[in-house]
Every structure is written in structure tokens, then in C-alpha cells.
């Protein structure tokens, strides 16, 4: 979002413009005026952590103090809040992502299919292990810099980590400039820069008579992401990229590509489908992304196909591509057949990338599945998420009423009303009106957060219906995740067709995100739908999650029944939050509290 002002961001000036607002940056922070008081609440870890104390830093000019306490503590059952307050994870677990938690995944090694990298996935530990306290942030932790100087810059102290820069900083992902990280936009297959790689990719789609953007490319799914400029540089053409890798070797890349500001998220493709729905992506990328695609007859690629809409690419960067030694004329040739028996097309071969088309042809997967060379899918009921679901070993035939829908390009797709709504009981009245609501909700919001468009950037709608609150964001300068949890009605499908990006998630369990990714979470109507879902899908664990999720000094904006708002009310002091109550009205035009909630800057010394 916000791709196409960006653009004019980042024109032939851009070098200059970057370093002056750096400096600007530099300057401000250590003025203490980036974002209000930037100084954190300091938590004493002392060996008294019973009566451990919060206190402001000198440069504030008020002591404040708490009594949350420092220690590590397990969710219990049945669940007990203490009366000082959520303990404070030792400092330690600054990176704590429950399902991501490589010392549970080890536990979970012997009954793991390791040969297709099951051990990547989502592991959720049970209740009785997932740790029960607010996640610190790391020494030194800084208010991030703001976009679009994020873009190229960001604190080293807040992703503190090395191995990226000495074994990728050759091919342009990372290096280090004294207090900050820099990303010149290189990556393994565009170490001279993403933008020329992009263009070259346009050139080779097009036949050398336009770019991604004409080509029809609006979003993007980008595998194994690395720290995303990819992503990064796709923006000012408005093409929006949903971009993960997994938690790998590759330390923390997106984490990197969080606190730049482009939209990621923790992902893995190995034994279950990814949590999108089918025929969402016009182009599937894959740039050095370490994934197998020859091997287990091709059931990636054939996920692959799943995800791009008729017509879609497959970009695949990496050497079996371009080189003739070692093993890779073997697995290039395997990837040409399992493409051939798919029915895509190879249209572009060049430098060191290979471009495939999905080209929409029944006859011909008809064709192949009787000669035994794909096997096609039995039907499949499109209305359910993609959660938690096994990778599937066929393709799915497509209807012909559906080859015949095409969607417009943006900005007019963010006001398709999809068919898929339609499927499951959603007019066309409700999705307009669920629209104008959220146009005018915005504007209430940021009055009451009293802040800039420019202090937020990445958000993520917890509950996102039909996207109306993105689509209400797309002038702001900001990337919007939207969530649909997997026990209501899939309308993502219908939020990809309005040309935006999401996940499936069930908020039962944590997202798969590090820490302090968040400037602004939105949950409407979220918190009583877990209402009566029992054990780790009570309130004060989503409000933990959140807590989680979130930048320090970033703001939840709950929308909920009375009972849940009134609860929170008491609750967020517990959390470190602030909390303040207003009265909005519904879509019904019924009065409804509006609660903005602010996560507190703390740190522990």
C-alpha cells in the first residue's frame, strides 16, 4: 500500500534524500522528539525479582514505577493473573516465537518427516510450555526509523544480529554502517540491485515491450524472501508481495524485513499447503530460495500451481537454471517435466532465470492424467481454508465460468466485490457498506491515536471480513497484513481479489512473527469470537500475543461486546498498556466503545 507515492520517493535523487532524512533521523532521535518521549521505562532484573521495580529514564521528567515482576513463567491452567501484574520474561527471550521455537522443534526431530523440512513448519508447543510473560525487548532496543528510510536503513541494536551481513554481504542483502544496518537492495540472484533484476524480469515476460506492471503482475508470493527488497523495490510499480522464509540458517531475515517495513511473515513450504487461498498470486518467485522443487514429484510446484491464478508465472532464479555441472542438468530436466505434465509453459529463459506460465489448459491436464503424467484432484471445496491442510500431489481443474472472470488492475480492484462472497452468503450491499464504514472509521482513529499518518507502518487487522479497513488505509503510507481466523468464513479469497495481502491464522495459537513487528493491530469483533473456545484461546492470551506482536509506543484498537472492552479496561495496566475508552458508532449506527489500547516503552537493565 501506498506503493505508487513511494515511487516518486525513490527517483533518480533518491540517494540524496535517503541520507538527509537519515540524518534528520539521527538527530531527532537523540533529541528524544522521533515519537514522543523515546526513552524507555527501565525494569530492573535484581536478584530481589519479587518487588522488581520500573522506573522512567533521567531523561524523562516524571519516576514512574511498577512492581511487574522479571521471571520466567509457563501458562498454567486454570489461567491466573498476577496482581502486580504479567511477569516480564528474562532478557534472554527477546526473540521468543513460540511456534518457531528451535529448542521444542528439536524435541519434536525423531517423529518429523526431516527429508521434506517438516521441522520448518509451524511446531505450537503445548499450553503447559508456552511461556506466560511479556517479551522484552534486546538492549539498546530503539524506536524504529520510519519509512521510507527504513526502507534502506534500520537500528543495528534492534536486530542485532551479524551472520546475515558476513556470509550474503557480498550479493547487496545487508551491511553495517556503525549504529545502523544498510540494505542496498542487492540479493543472491540481483547483487547489482533488485530494480534492475525487476525490470529485467518484465523485459523477459513482455519480450522486451514493458514491465511486471503491464504484464498484468499485481501480487506477488515471494519463497524464501531473504530480507525482502524484492518486496521492497516491486512498490513503486503497486505490485503487493507477500513475502516468508523460514526460520532457518539464514538468521533473521525476516525479522529484517519487518523492521524495514515490507510486509513478510514466517512460512515454510514442506508438508502442508500455505495458509492462502488458491488462484491469489498473478507470478510465484523464487530467487536462490532453497526449496526442492524437483523432488517428491514435483508436490511443490504443484502447491505452486495452486496458488497462481490462471495465467500466473513462476519466476525460478538459481543454478540449475543457467549451469551445466555438478547435478544440475538432472534436476533441471526433472523440473521440465513435472512443468510440462502440469501443462505450463517455459516463455522465458535468460541470464540466470527461467520463467514458466500457468497456462489454463483442461485439455491438456485431461490429456496428461490419462497418460499417467499428473494425477487430477477430486473436488475441492475452494470455501475452506487453507490451514493446517496436507499438501495435495494433483491439480486442481478449473471451471470455465472462472476462466472467464478477469480482475481489473489497481486501484480499481480494491472495489471488486468477488465472487467468493457471494458463495457464502455475502451481498454485494453488505461488502459496499462494509467499505464506506471503514473509510470513515480511519479518519476517527488516527484523530484519537492523535498521531501522523507517517508514525505508522506495519498493520495487521486481526479480523479483516472483507479488507475494507485496508482498503480504507491504501492512501497512508503503510502495509496492512490481513488476518482471517480459520474458524470463520474464508474471505480472504475475496481479499486477494480486491488486490491485498493476508493469512489464514487461528489466534489460538501465536502468529508466526517475531517480536515487535507492529506499529498498529486492529481486532473488530475479534476477541468474542474466542469467546467460548477454551484453554489458550482465553482473552488474556490473544492480549499476550498481542502484547507480543507489537513495537513498543504502538497501538490495539478493539472493537467487542461491552463485557470483553470493560474486561480489557482492567487488564491492559496489568500488561503495561495505556488505555483510553471512546464511543464510535457500528455499521447498525448503534453507539459501541472503541478502545485505543498503547503498549508502553520499557526495557530491562
Known amino acids: 500500500m501506498g506503493g505508487l507515492a513511494l515511487g516518486s520517493a525513490f527517483d533518480s535523487k533518491s540517494g540524496q534524500m535517503i541520507m538527509v532524512a537519515l540524518l534528520l533521523m539521527v538527530g531527532s532521535f537523540y533529541v528524544g522528539n522521533l515519537l514522543g518521549n523515546n526513552a524507555p521505562i527501565y525494569i530492573s532484573q535484581g536478584s530481589d525479582t519479587s518487588s522488581s521495580s520500573l522506573s522512567a529514564s533521567s531523561s524523562s521528567p516524571a519516576i514512574s514505577t511498577f512492581i511487574n515482576k522479571v521471571s520466567l513463567t509457563y501458562r498454567e491452567t486454570p489461567l491466573v493473573i498476577p496482581a502486580n501484574g504479567i511477569n516480564i520474561c528474562p532478557l534472554k527471550f527477546n526473540e521468543y516465537i513460540p511456534c518457531h521455537d528451535i529448542f521444542f522443534v528439536k524435541q519434536l526431530l525423531p517423529s518429523l518427516n526431516v527429508s ?26 530503539k524506536i524504529p526509523i520510519k519509512w521510507p528510510v527504513s526502507r534502506d536503513y534500520v537500528w543495528r541494536s534492534n536486530v542485532n544480529h551479524t551472520r546475515l551481513a558476513e556470509v550474503k554481504g557480498g550479493q547487496n542483502w545487508v551491511h553495517e554502517k556503525n549504529q545502523l544496518w544498510w540494505f542496498p537492495g542487492g540479493g543472491t540472484h540481483f547483487k547489482h540491485g533488485a530494480a ?35 518486496s521492497a523495490y516491486l512498490l513503486p510499480l503497486d505490485i503487493q508481495t507477500m513475502s516468508f522464509a523460514p526460520k532457518d540458517s539464514h538468521e533473521n531475515q525476516i525479522q529484517f524485513a519487518l523492521e524495514r517495513g515490507i ?21 510465484v518467485h523464487c530467487s536462490r530460495c532453497r526449496v526442492d ?3 517428491n514429484d514435483g508436490i511443490l510446484l504443484k502447491e505452486v500451481n495452486r496458488l497462481l491464478r490462471p495465467n500466473g508465472y513462476f519466476v525460478y532464479s538459481a543454478p540449475p537454471a543457467y549451469r551445466k555441472d555438478k547435478n544440475y542438468p538432472v534436476i533441471w530436466n526433472k523440473l521440465v517435466d513435472l512443468t510440462t505434465a502440469m501443462c505450463w509453459k517455459l516463455i522465458a529463459q535468460k541470464v540466470q532465470t527461467a520463467i514458466w506460465l500457468k497456462d489454463e489448459n483442461p485439455s491438456c491436464l485431461q490429456h496428461n492424467a490419462e497418460l499417467k503424467l499428473v494425477d487430477i484432484c477430486d473436488a475441492v ?3 475452506k481454508p487453507s490451514w493446517k491442510t496436507p499438501l495435495m500431489n494433483c491439480i486442481q ?14 486501484p480499481e480492484r480494491l472495489s471488486v466485490y468477488s465472487e467468493s462472497l457471494s458463495k457464502i452468503g455475502i451481498s454485494k450491499e453488505e461488502f459496499t457498506t462494509d467499505t464506506s464504514f471503514w473509510q470513515e472509521q480511519i479518519h476517527y482513529y488516527w484523530k484519537l491515536m ?14 479483516a471480513f472483507c479488507g475494507g479497513f485496508a482498503v480504507a488505509l491504501n492512501g497512508f503510507p503503510v502495509w496492512v497484513m490481513n488476518i482471517v481466523p480459520s474458524s470463520m468464513q474464508n474471505t ?8 491485498l495481502i493476508g493469512s489464514f491464522h487461528d489466534w489460538c495459537e501465536p502468529f508466526s512473527t517475531y517480536p515487535r513487528t507492529y506499529d498498529l493491530l486492529h481486532a473488530n469483533r475479534l476477541l468474542s469470537h474466542y469467546k467460548s473456545s477454551g484453554e489458550g484461546c482465553q482473552l488474556e492470551d490473544i492480549m499476550l500475543e498481542m502484547d507480543r506482536v507489537l513495537r513498543p509506543q504502538g497501538f490495539v484498537i478493539i472493537r467487542d461486546d461491552d463485557s470483553i472492552t470493560s474486561r480489557i479496561q482492567d487488564l491492559a495496566p496489568k500488561f503495561l498498556w495505556e488505555v483510553e475508552s471512546h464511543t464510535l458508532e457500528n455499521k447498525e449506527k448503534q453507539r459501541e466503545t472503541v478502545l485505543i489500547c498503547r503498549k508502553k516503552f520499557w526495557a530491562i537493565v
Not at 492 to 499: C, N, V
Open 450 to 463: 492523535n498521531i501522523s499518518k507517517g508514525e505508522i507502518r506495519n498493520v495487521m487487522d486481526m479480523n
Open 196 to 230: 534492475e533484476y525487476i525490470q529485467r524480469l518484465g523485459n523477459m515476460i513482455t519480450n522486451e515491450t514493458g514491465d511486471l506492471r503491464s504484464a498484468g503482475v499485481v501480487q506477488v508470493l515471494d519463497v524464501g524472501c531473504g530480507v525482502a527488497s524484492f
Open 293 to 295: 522443487w524437483h523432488e
Open 381 to 383: 471445496d475452494e470455501t
Open 492 to 499: 480472504l479469497s475475496a481479499i486477494y481479489d480486491r488486490g
Open 263 to 283: 510486509g513478510a511473515m514466517i512460512s515454510a513450504i514442506a508438508t502442508k499447503q500455505l495458509p492462502y487461498p488458491s488462484n491469489s498470486f498473478e507470478m
Open 397 to 410: 481443474l478449473r471451471s470455465a465460468q472462472k476462466d472467464t472472470w478477469k480482475l481489473p488492475p489497481r
Open 116 to 141: 521434506r523440512r517438516e521441522e520448518l513448519e509451524r511446531h505450537c508447543p503445548p499450553l503447559e510450555k508456552r511461556l506466560f510473560c511479556l517479551v522484552p525487548p534486546p538492549e539498546d532496543y
